[in-house]
């Protein structure tokens, strides 16, 4: 059997082909990598408004109360003190202070919970949340009923607050219960892009029609999954396979402020007994030649102190940009290092984050 | 696809069009699609004497890097330094001012190797 007839098709999968897109294998999922180009694509992206289909993303619904029913225990960050529809993320660990995931939290009444995972996790994630849940809780996987279409870019609000008012009222990381054509949607003010978005989650069957609606719009384009990795590399968040696995401690992933240290969660004891090994960093080539995964990162003096998690080409920058793990000591803003192979080095000098800076993701 | 008729070709996809012993090469049409916008290419350094299907060049995209080789052995006597800051060139017009180097061809037999502009079409066909 070939690796496509395996893959997943999301609800919208024939009128991404229909649309022209470019398909691709990604996490299990037959996805649009991209439409027209991935240049012409970030630039209406960080300029006007895009339209993603998110739906290969898991979605898990729990009820109980996070503390009894073992929800709390599971995840890193504070949950118990979040005010109703509000959305925090943060991440999920085995034993050894591995990240199994990382996740965002809703919550959606005081025991009413929806928990967003990476697409490709989807199974192990639901046998880990059903391991640990206990009789309190009630665990639904939702990820096959449930689409997600994002929203991003600038002028993403003055499109959606037409056909789901209210949406307007949503502070970043909140969320609420809204109807676009008389179908129910959960829409969040969240995103992957580093520009103003929101993320709606709607039933399975009914996304094509939301899709339709919302690129009725003329000023809405679709876009694919290649320039979603470009916004979110600009941007440094990590994405799981890349910068997050289940060998790397959340601190050596700069996930420290997404773990609450005064409570008890699965794998803490093993992230606080293991010193980290190295730190994420943040590097922009001297060049338009790009940095990709798996590179070797050097110092001056030519000695490997790292590995590229993640390289692309910014648009923005008109430079390669990297993320990668490298020694301590190396990961100042400043400080030159190389990126390639024995043979074959270029430079570059590390950053701070975010490589973007002018996103209008708060505005 | 646009081929070009009175070039040659490689089953990588680079092309060369032969006058006197001067090779001109770049990617050809079916490369610069499969490839998505060009945003760096590491061009070859001048005076250099490559081999025949030799990797000389570099050609980076958004998301990916490609080796590039040469098309016919010999040295190389211009690079299309254009590219170094509009590497767009080689999506545009890729046959044209997307061209990226120039050979001083060593052994005109060597262009038997290479593929006709009919039956790199076949080609092509070969891979769908």
């Not at chain 1, 929806?114 to 994630?125: D, P, R, W």
């Not at chain 1, 190396?330 to 570059?348: I, P, Q, R, T, W």
């Not at chain 2, 001067?22 to 081999?51: K, R």
């Not at chain 2, 080689?90 to 009919?118: F, H, P, Q």
Request: glycine share 8%; proline share 4%.
């Amino acid at each position: 059997m070939s690796v496509e007839t395996s893959l997943h098709n999301t609800p919208l999968a024939d009128v991404h082909v229909a649309l022209g897109a470019k398909m691709v294998g990604f996490g299990g999922w037959n996805m649009p990598l991209q439409y027209e180009s991935i240049l012409a694509e970030w630039d209406y992206n960080r300029k006007t408004v895009s339209l993603f289909d998110c739906s290969h993303m898991g979605e898990f619904m729990i009820k109980g109360d996070a503390k009894a029913c073992g929800l709390d225990r599971i995840v890193t960050q504070t949950i118990v003190d979040m005010p109703l529809k509000t959305c925090r993320y943060g991440a999920m660990l085995n034993e050894d202070g591995g990240v199994i995931d990382d996740l965002i939290v809703y919550r959606k009444g005081p025991e009413d919970w929806m928990i967003v995972v990476n697409a490709s996790n989807i199974e192990k994630n639901a046998k880990h949340f059903r391991a640990h849940l206990n009789s309190h809780a009630q665990f639904e996987d939702a990820s096959f009923k449930t689409a997600k279409l994002d929203l991003q870019g600038p002028q993403s609000r003055d499109v959606l607050k037409v056909l789901a008012p209210g949406v307007e009222k949503l502070d970043y990381y909140t969320f609420d219960q809204f109807q676009i054509n008389g179908i129910p949607c959960l829409i969040s003010r969240t995103g992957y892009t580093g520009e103003l978005g929101f993320e709606i989650y709607c039933p399975w069957e009914k996304c094509k029609e939301i899709w339709k609606t919302i690129l009725t719009h003329d000023t809405v384009k679709p876009t694919g999954l290649g320039v979603r990795d470009v916004l979110r590399v600009e941007m440094c968040y990590s994405l799981y396979g890349h910068e997050l696995d289940e060998t790397i401690s959340p601190l050596e992933a700069g996930l420290d402020k997404f773990i609450d240290g005064q409570k008890e969660f699965i794998g803490r004891q093993a992230v606080s007994a293991r010193p980290p090994r190295h730190t994420i960093g943040y590097f922009i080539s001297a060049s338009r030649k790009s940095p990709r995964a798996g590179n070797k990162i050097y110092d001056a003096a030519g000695h490997e102190i790292g590995m590229v998690t993640s390289g692309t080409f910014s648009p923005a920058l008109q430079a390669g940009i990297g993320i990668g793990f490298m020694s301590r000591h190396s990961k100042d803003a400043g400080v030159e290092v190389f990126f390639g192979d024995e043979k074959n080095k270029a430079a570059a000098v590390v950053a701070k984050r975010p490589f973007y800076k002018n996103g209008s993701l708060k505005s | 696809m646009e081929i070009e008729e009175n070039f040659l070709y490689t089953k990588e996809h680079e092309w060369v069009s032969i006058e006197d012993n001067i090779a001109t090469m770049g990617i050809t049409d079916y490369a610069q699609e499969a490839l998505g916008d060009v945003t760096y290419v590491e061009l070859p350094e001048e005076e250099a004497e490559v081999e025949q299907f030799e990797q000389i060049v570099s050609v980076e995209s958004v998301k990916a890097a490609s080796d590039i080789y040469s098309p016919m052995g010999g040295k190389i006597i211009e690079i299309n330094r254009k590219l170094e800051d509009t590497p767009a060139l080689v999506n545009k017009d890729c046959y044209g001012k997307g061209w990226i180097a120039k050979i001083e061809v060593r052994d005109m037999d060597e262009s038997t190797n290479l593929m006709s502009a009919e039956e790199y079409r076949n080609y092509l066909d070969s891979l769908h």
